[in-house]
């Protein structure tokens, strides 16, 4: 039985209800629901929630206003769950904190998917690297404790972010394709058209980069992907 704590937040109680009863039969046993922002942010500062479905159609407050909200008192993955549909709404989905991002209608089943696969990275079911510390140059990389520094201060990332950092180090100087980032990154298969990648890209030249317009770690490999470049580095061992 799954044992991860799971917050659903929606105003449509259908879609609550069918949630609710797909998890359970899944095995998902802890499951709380909101369907107001007000609502979901109490729970979240009662309740250290491993996933957050996230609707952005909500009354009063809407997702994307409520997300950064919830990820300054959570480390769950965050997942949208909305109609809206455009590249923009994505891109803002993104910008905001979440870590997945999926349209209605869409198939209950995947979202039970996509929740196991970001559980099996978080709870250790994927082999555990090698190494506890990543070091390359002043950034360092804790596997124990998931935290990142650069130049000795703390830089928080949400979690797919830090993922994709992660493997980067775990990698370094290897070029990867989108579609190998994602699957490898997210555990799903890569569809084609979709930003994902290039936006966490993005959110994590922002952390990490002096210059994120001329990054020199998180370089862009013309036609063939991404690399990161480190400068310098040493891991220690178990």
């Known amino acids: 039985m799954q044992q991860s704590p799971i ?12 949630l609710e009863t797909i998890l359970k039969k899944e095995g998902f046993t802890q499951i709380d629901t909101a369907t107001t922002a007000e609502k979901a942010i109490q729970l979240c500062q009662r309740r250290a929630y491993a996933i957050i479905l996230l ?12 997300c950064p909200k919830i990820r300054a008192i959570s480390n769950a993955t965050i997942f949208f769950l909305t109609a809206r549909t455009t ?12 870590d997945d991002y999926i349209t209605k209608p869409f198939n209950p ?5 996509r929740m196991k696969a970001h559980l099996r990275r978080k709870q250790g079911d994927i082999p555990a690297p090698q190494t506890t510390t990543y070091t390359y140059g002043n950034l360092v990389v804790d596997t124990l404790s ?17 993922n994709l950092l992660l493997f980067f180090c775990q990698h370094p100087n290897q070029v990867f394709s989108k579609s190998q ?27 990490i980069e002096q210059n994120p317009s001329r990054p020199k770690s998180i370089v862009t490999v013309r036609g063939l992907g991404y690399k990161f470049v480190p400068t310098g580095g040493t891991n220690e061992n178990l």
């Open 7 to 18: 917050l659903i937040v929606d105003d449509e109680q259908a879609i609550l209800h069918m």
């Open 55 to 66: 609707d952005v159609m909500l009354p009063g407050e809407d997702g994307f206003e409520v």
């Open 87 to 98: 590249d923009l709404d994505k891109l803002s989905g993104f910008a905001v904190g979440a």
């Open 109 to 113: 089943l995947e979202v039970v998917a």
């Open 146 to 162: 998931a935290e990142v520094s650069l130049a000795g201060e703390k830089v928080n990332l949400q979690a797919q972010v830090y």
């Open 181 to 207: 980032l994602y699957e490898q990154v997210w555990g799903d298969q890569y569809l084609g058209e979709d930003n994902t990648v290039m936006v966490h890209i993005r959110k994590l030249r922002e952390q």
